[in-house]
């Protein structure tokens, strides 16, 4: 029996008998591009979150880009982001000419540290932007009083957090402006690429609406040179479609994640993850810390186990920022859990017998080398 990493098939199957007729009906009416049915579900997802304005775009990193020029950033502007993220995230700010100033996470929870945004503030950052890693939210509330104390803006990358709380609210209502991702993978994922701007600011969203259909609010009437980014209705079927069970689906993520650290509970090779203290997780991903990382994914592949690394290579080591001159070892944090983190499989419909697979293929990897003095215990390791 294999176990898939990510199971999309059971989440389509579940929404078919309400998607289809919705989509024959778009195909006879051929109404494709916005409409009835992307407003509705701009009103349901902004009503969910808890903001006032929802603008449907293209894709999560159009959305993290309009949400950044919305606010102001301009080439030559600073944007902190941390160092352990999806390139998306680095994309977005130099897309707009602007620098992204990278920092290092926390070790418990590989969130954005706030004391390394702290000192790296200069005279020309602008924005400092959180992202809400495998599923919780980051420390939003130490960086809004950073953001005061500096006159900077907080935008989020929400992409990986749909349902997720902290204390003062729930991702995606937290700063100025934020931005998501509806990537299939993510934990409301759409049949393609698309994604989402939130705010409640009303003259963000009507930027990044007009921005986002070329300049322009009234037809062939272009206010200036924008940019073709705009969720479809067939998307937004979908959307709608999966937003009625999200809440559902976050609470089953939840549970698998608890069945996890039950059964992984006495593993000392193992780090698991933990949630900081306020937040309620959806477990976007479920993220261990092994060593020998890339033998145990080897493994876990030859023995029908789906697993993958988010993410292999801290964005500054990338060849993509090479350019921006950091060296290896400036950010030792986020560059050790790269050689260790491990995405175990984690959605709505695994099952407690799948996870079994999962565990006794990851617990022979790990004890059958710690019983020959090969792998180090990680006792150091933190738990939910």
């Not at 579940?14 to 049915?37: M, N, Y």
């Not at 160092?83 to 929870?109: K, M, Q, S």
């Not at 706030?114 to 939003?140: F, M, W």
Request: overall charge negative.
């Amino acid at each position: 029996m294999r176990v898939p990493f990510l199971d999309l098939v059971s989440q389509q199957a579940e929404i078919a008998e309400e998607v289809l007729p919705a989509w024959r009906e778009q195909f006879t009416s051929a109404a494709f591009v916005g409409g009835a049915e992307v407003a509705a579900f701009e009103r349901e997802y902004a009503a969910y979150i808890g903001v006032r304005h929802c603008v449907g775009v293209a894709n999560g990193t159009d959305a993290v880009e309009l949400a950044l020029r919305a606010v102001g950033i301009c080439p030559g502007d600073e944007v902190i982001i941390p160092v352990n993220t999806f390139i998306a995230t680095a994309e977005a700010v130099t897309r707009l000419g602007a620098t992204p100033v990278f920092v290092d996470v926390d070790e418990e929870y590989l969130l954005i540290d706030p004391a390394a945004v702290e000192a790296a503030v200069t005279s020309r950052t602008r924005a400092i932007v959180p992202v809400h890693l495998y599923g919780q939210t980051a420390p939003v509330e130490a960086l809004l009083q950073i953001a005061t104390r500096h006159g900077l803006v907080v935008v989020e990358d929400a992409a990986q957090s749909q349902g997720a709380t902290a204390t003062i609210g729930r991702a995606g209502a937290l700063g100025r402006v934020a931005a998501t991702s509806f990537y299939p993978g993510k934990n409301l994922g759409a049949a393609g690429d698309a994604g989402a701007v939130l705010t409640d600011d009303p003259a963000v969203a009507e930027f990044v609406r007009n921005y986002a259909a070329h300049g322009s609010s009234v037809k062939y009437v272009h206010d200036r040179a924008g940019v073709n980014s705009r969720l479809d209705a067939v998307q937004a079927t979908v959307l709608r479609a999966k937003l009625r069970r999200l809440d559902t689906w976050n609470a089953a993520r939840r549970a698998a994640a608890e069945r996890y650290a039950g059964m992984l509970a006495d593993l000392t090779e193992v780090r698991l993850p933990a949630t900081r203290p306020g937040n309620e997780d959806v477990w976007h991903l479920y993220v261990v810390q092994v060593a020998e990382r890339d033998r145990v994914l080897a493994e876990l592949g030859a023995a029908g186990i789906g697993a993958a690394i988010h993410y292999p290579t801290p964005l500054h080591l990338t060849a993509a920022y090479a350019g921006l001159g950091y060296q290896a070892g400036r950010f030792p944090v986020a560059e050790a859990a790269a050689r260790r983190i491990l995405s175990l499989p984690m959605y709505p419909h695994l099952t407690a017998v799948q996870q079994s697979l999962v565990t006794a293929a990851l617990v022979g990897s790990l004890r059958a080398r710690s019983r020959a003095g090969e792998v180090p215990v990680l006792a150091d390791r933190a738990v939910s």
